[in-house]
């Protein structure tokens, strides 16, 4: 049944194809998992397989169940906003061990190219709004290297296996709309600021920005309250427990 895949490059696609299937929707929240089908499914064992599903339980994806066995986890908008929050303050953490770590101007070079190149997509259009994500990630990415802590990005890439952890998660597709081309504008305003404190050595003010910065996100996830349809554009969205009107 396994393919000629040593053991942990199965566990790792495992994981893989997994998480991308909770994130999809592809099991209701609350589910239970049933290793026997879902492993002929996925043409491995069950060994490869539990290990994958104690992972994505680690990461919060999964639930484990009394005794044993596992279930699709829920998320609250409480969840959801507490993982944002914490986000940030990782990230302001970076931003502050940036400036404080920085050697010189010319470590500063990529991070600037990546503030430029999302400022020259401006105004936003449908069209170059895939770019404009890939270039968040991209100085995102930049600035937690530039902390130069290895224990640190560790922290930052566990809490981004949650679903709308990540810096473009809540970066909503209606690129056309004047909401997400002011929202775009202030994200922007945030990341040249960002960078100019911790070319400044100003680590406090740094970290402040960068707690700051993620606050947009937070502004997104209290629109999607009012429309879904956006929520529903980010992988997980079928994860999350809606509040029941009152």
Not at 64 to 89: K, S
Request: net charge neutral; proline share 4%; aromatic share 6%.
């Amino acid at each position: 049944m396994d393919s000629e895949l040593d053991e942990p490059s199965r566990i790792e696609q495992t994981v893989l194809t997994l998480r991308e299937a909770l994130l999809r929707g592809d099991f209701r929240p609350g589910e239970r998992i049933s290793e026997v089908p879902l492993a002929a499914r996925l043409g491995v064992s069950r060994t490869p397989l539990r290990l994958a599903l104690q992972r994505l339980s680690y990461e919060g994806l999964l639930q484990t169940l009394p005794g044993r066995g596992f279930a699709v986890g829920e998320f609250t908008f409480e969840d959801i906003q507490d993982a944002i929050e914490i986000r940030g303050v990782l990230e302001g953490t970076a931003a502050r061990l940036a400036a404080e770590r920085l050697a010189g101007p010319s470590e500063l070079k990529k991070l600037r190219t990546l503030c430029q190149a999302m400022e020259a997509l401006a105004p936003m259009h449908l069209e170059n709004f895939v770019r404009y994500l890939e270039l968040n990630e991209a100085f995102h990415r930049e600035l937690w290297k530039l902390a130069k802590s290895s224990m640190l990005i560790r922290a930052i890439e566990g809490i981004l296996t949650l679903p709308f952890a990540a810096p473009g998660a809540l970066v909503f597709g209606d690129a056309e709309s004047h909401y997400s081309d002011r929202a775009a504008q202030v994200a922007q305003e945030h990341h040249r600021a960002i960078l100019e404190a911790i070319e400044a050595r100003e680590g406090t003010r740094a970290e402040s920005l960068a707690r700051e910065h993620s606050r947009v996100a937070r502004r997104n996830l209290a629109r999607a309250l009012e429309d879904r349809t956006l929520l529903g554009r980010v992988p997980g969205a079928a994860l999350i427990k809606f509040p029941i009107a009152s």
